[in-house]
């Protein structure tokens, strides 16, 4: 007995020790935290703020109240929107793209692209004054799809059939059960053209590009920052702190102090939006990717 006393010692000491002095140990940690996390710029009121975008875009609620605060923020004189995303789905894609238009009338916003900037998160940044990309990300994919499974042959292996009572003759267009039908398959390109019209459309007047010059930027092409300023879907090839630098002279403000971002509530936001996209890519949607 003595001796598994003193052989979990070292696991069970430093517990006793947790349990006896938790209060203590919880201020310290508190403590340490705020050492390491508060520096002399921190105290001073921020100018300046950092929304990032990152991920598949499922959830974007988090990302349209911060744009919101900093609208109404009158202390904040200029947004850096730090994007890293393949893009997502369409409704909240167009939603950020209009609230990053709304922002950016009132105050100046600059979009940089930090490692993906593709299709829906390209969408949300067309609106920005300026779209800085990092030398090795990767831009465009302006495109639309709508995909799903056809699961027939599996069913019928494992003897499950479905039974359906419905009225609308497109009613069922996009089921996994069985191969979609030619007049189902119309229905559904007639969703995604008009997507990728109003996509074209938004990008081009945005950018100031021609619209029928589409199949040059758009198309789903997929550029390197370089061959993205080529076409016009960049405005710079520069790493962040040019980003930084354009949003400090479009803002006029000669004492820049950047909003520091609570790094446990970066954390969460990243476990759930990579939870939600694993679930979503699992369900049929029209995506912008």
Do not use: C
Not at 56 to 63: F, R, T
Not at 190 to 207: E, G, H, L, P, Q
């Amino acid at each position: 007995m003595n001796f598994l006393k003193l052989l979990f010692l070292p696991i069970t000491a430093p517990i006793k020790f947790i349990n006896r002095y938790f209060k203590t140990v919880l201020f310290l940690t508190l403590l340490v935290y705020l050492a390491n996390n508060t520096d002399s710029q921190s105290l001073e009121k921020a100018n300046l703020q950092i929304i990032e975008l990152n991920g598949p875009i499922m959830l974007v609620e988090d990302v349209l109240d911060k744009i919101q605060m900093a609208k109404n923020n009158n202390d904040i004189k200029g947004v850096l929107l730090k994007v890293n995303s393949p893009g997502g789905a369409v409704a909240p894609s167009v939603e950020l793209a209009y609230a990053i238009k709304e922002l950016n009338e009132v105050k100046p916003v600059v979009a940089y692209a930090s490692g993906v900037m593709a299709s829906g998160s390209y969408y949300a940044s067309i609106w920005a004054s300026k779209i800085v990309a990092n030398p090795g990300s990767m831009i465009g994919s302006i495109g639309v799809i709508m995909q799903s499974v056809d699961a027939s042959e599996l069913m019928a292996k494992i003897g499950v059939k479905t039974q359906t009572v419905k009225i609308g003759s497109y009613k069922e267009a996009g089921t996994p059960t069985r191969q979609w039908t030619k007049t189902e398959k119309d229905e559904l390109n007639k969703v995604i053209k008009s997507t990728y019209d109003m996509f074209i459309t938004d990008v081009s007047n945005a950018r100031k590009l021609k619209k029928e010059q589409h199949k040059l930027y758009a198309d789903a092409h997929i550029f390197t920052s370089v061959q993205a300023k080529e076409v016009g879907l960049v405005d710079y090839v520069a790493p962040v702190s040019k980003a930084k630098q354009l949003v400090i002279n479009l803002s006029g403000i000669s004492n820049p102090v950047w909003s520091k971002e609570d790094k446990m509530e970066k954390f969460m936001q990243k476990i759930i939006n990579g939870t939600v996209a694993n679930i979503s890519s699992n369900l049929n949607g029209l995506v912008a990717y």
